[in-house]
Every structure is written in structure tokens, then in C-alpha cells.
Antibody, heavy 118, light 109 residues
């Protein structure tokens, strides 16, 4: 069974940093791209970033480019999202997702809440 | 960047009815890069349809997707109680950008 478990969310002040982690299990991690998708409270879905199976292809939404960094660790079967210079508008539930095809998110974690507030 | 507009915003129907949800793109979608997701309150989204009309693994055949160009639809042939949720369309083609529609809330009448 595919499992994706996010961690690392919390309350931070504007300008601070946070690192999210997504632990993957139940599938061959090295064969799949991975993505982060977020959802602000009461709002819709917003794609944040994706990394291909071999890390050669990485993309970011314009809203986070230059502030967020996605990476993956094959030793621990995890995907990370380093979030720097956080803003109030980054407040959201952040979901980790497996990409069956590029940006076709066929499995999702339960999400982790990031709150940016002074 | 492509914009996806879903309509209606909210739809109130009864179990057993047939429903068609609309997703209109601001530019013509090439390569069939259109998917649909279902999200229930407090849960993560679930992939229903990818490539315009391909059902994801485990999705019942009462769900179907169709369309081309700028107009796409998700049809549920006969609503079950568990189908009441928010539905999002999603464009995932690199050339036009990755974006979700704003969602359609399907509620029980």
C-alpha cells in the first residue's frame, strides 16, 4: 500500500524558514516523480513544486520560486521542501503527492499545516 | 499561463441523479493534459481522471471524463452518497503551466 506521511509543519513568523518532509513507503520510490501541492484555508489547490524520479527535472510555481527548494533522498525514501523567507500567503496545508506521470498526482499524503503569522 | 474556470461553483443534487461538471480553459489544451480530482472535507484530494478521459486505478465506471480544446467535462452517471464532494480540474501540461480550477462543490439536495 502506498503511504505518504508529511511532517515538519508548524507556526512560524514571516521571514522565517521551515523544512517539510514526506516519508514514502509501499512503492519503488526511485521510479516516481514527487510533488508538493498546497491548499490555503478554505481555498482551492495550488501546485507548489515537483521533482522527477532522478532529480534531473525540478520545477516551481512562480509564487515560491527562489524561496522554496525541493529535493529527494533515496536513502530514506523521502522528499523534502525547504521553505525560506516565508510569507503570510504561504499559510496552507501542504500535501505531498506521488506522480504517476509528470504532475498526475495519483497518491497523496494527509497533509501538514504551515501557518505563517506574526 | 492557462486559467481553468469551473462551473457551476456549487451544485445541489440528489443521489441517483446524473451530473456533468464543466471546466473551461483560457487556451486550447494540447496533449490531453487534463485531470480531475475529488476532495472530501478534511481529506486529501483523490485522482479520478487523467489524460481527459482515463479513469485512475480503482475509480468506478460511473465517473467519466471528456472534452477537447478548451471545454472539458466530468460526468457522474448516477450519484452515490459518497460522491458529494468538491471536484477540481487540473491542467498539467508544461507548455501552458500547471494550474487547478477553483473547484465545484457538489452537495446533497
Amino acid at each position: 500500500e502506498v503511504q505518504l506521511v508529511e511532517s515538519g509543519g508548524g507556526l512560524v513568523k514571516p521571514g522565517e524558514s521551515l523544512r517539510l518532509s514526506c516519508a514514502a513507503s509501499g512503492f519503488m520510490f526511485s521510479r516516481f516523480g514527487m510533488s508538493w501541492v498546497r491548499q490555503a484555508p478554505g481555498k482551492g489547490l495550488e501546485w507548489v513544486s515537483s521533482v522527477s524520479s532522478n532529480s534531473e527535472n525540478i520545477e516551481y510555481a512562480d509564487s515560491v520560486k527562489g524561496r522554496f527548494t525541493i529535493s529527494r533522498d533515496s536513502a530514506t525514501n523521502s522528499v523534502l521542501l525547504q521553505m525560506d523567507n516565508l510569507r503570510a500567503e504561504d499559510t496552507a496545508v501542504y500535501y505531498c503527492a506521488r506522480d504517476w506521470q509528470w504532475l498526475v498526482h495519483d497518491s497523496w499524503g494527509q497533509g501538514t499545516l504551515v501557518t505563517v503569522s506574526s | 499561463e492557462i486559467v481553468l474556470t469551473q462551473s457551476p461553483g456549487t451544485l445541489s443534487l440528489s443521489p441517483g441523479e446524473r451530473v456533468t461538471l464543466s471546466c473551461r480553459a483560457s487556451q486550447s489544451v494540447s496533449g490531453s493534459y487534463l485531470a480531475w480530482y475529488q476532495q472530501k472535507p478534511g481529506q486529501a484530494p483523490r485522482l479520478l481522471i487523467f489524460g481527459v478521459s482515463n479513469r485512475a486505478t480503482g475509480i468506478p465506471d460511473r465517473f467519466s471524463g471528456s472534452g477537447s480544446g478548451t471545454d472539458f467535462t466530468l460526468t457522474i452517471s448516477r450519484l452515490e452518497p459518497e460522491d458529494f464532494a468538491v471536484y477540481y480540474c487540473h491542467h498539467y501540461g508544461r507548455s501552458l503551466g500547471y494550474t487547478f480550477g477553483q473547484g465545484t462543490n457538489l452537495e446533497i439536495k
